[in-house]
């Protein structure tokens, strides 16, 4: 499979965000989840083909675009769509379902078939869940950065407490997976974009 460019898939980001403001906040976000991601495969060197764990992470919040309203206004109610929205865009373009579900299967620690019925998650029946070593870590990653309020970098403690609201099988997976990979040095992104470590 081609692998798109960092580019390339900038270009796209350009393409889809309504405003400059949505493009700055996603983009970086998606470059900060690509740095960490390939800090903790560079620590730890795991069974994931870095070019694809680098493009996943640049993609995997393409579809928080199609949440922004004319206005310019992100629909915080739906937000848990812009996954499948993410893997739909990429479709629409013609790429393959292998960047579609990093798109999909990254939200939390993974959405299950029982968490939308029992939470009435507005999408599709189905589970959402990492599967291949490269959507693994890129799930892992994103959750040590933050678009939500002022973006922030956030520590492993932090995570898990909020991980601990949906369920204490998605805090567990979370420990299971920072044992897996290690705890990433957020500093340099501290220093490189001046988000807070919260
Ligand atoms: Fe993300």
């Known amino acids: 499979m081609r692998v798109p460019s ?6 796209l980001h350009a393409e889809h965000a309504p405003t400059r403001e949505a493009f700055d906040l996603v983009h970086t976000h998606c470059t900060i989840v690509a740095g960490i991601a390939a800090q903790l495969l560079e620590r730890r060197p795991a069974a994931a083909d870095p070019d694809l764990v680098r493009a996943g992470s640049l993609l995997h919040d393409i579809g928080v675009y199609r949440l922004y309203d ?5 629909d915080h109610e739906r937000y848990v769509r812009h996954g499948v929205l993410g893997r ?6 013609g790429y393959p379902d292998v960047l579609g579900r ?5 939200t939390g620690m993974g959405i299950t078939r029982q968490d939308i019925r029992e939470q009435a998650l507005p999408i599709p029946p189905g589970d959402y869940v990492a599967e291949s070593p490269e959507e693994e870590l890129v799930m892992f990653a ?3 950065h933050s678009k939500a309020g002022p973006p922030v970098l956030v520590s492993p403690d932090t995570i898990a407490t909020r991980l601990r609201r949906f369920g204490a099988d998605k ?4 420990k299971a997976l920072l044992a897996k990979y290690g705890e990433p040095d ?12 919260v």
């Open 171 to 174: 805090e567990l997976r979370f």
């Open 186 to 197: 957020l500093h340099p992104f501290h220093e490189a974009h001046g988000h807070a470590v």
């Open 102 to 106: 990093f798109c999909s299967c990254h």
């Open 6 to 11: 960092d580019t390339e898939i900038r270009d």
């Open 70 to 74: 004319r206005s310019g206004r992100l």
């Open 142 to 144: 994103d959750k040590f």
């Open 88 to 93: 739909d865009l990429l479709a629409e373009q």
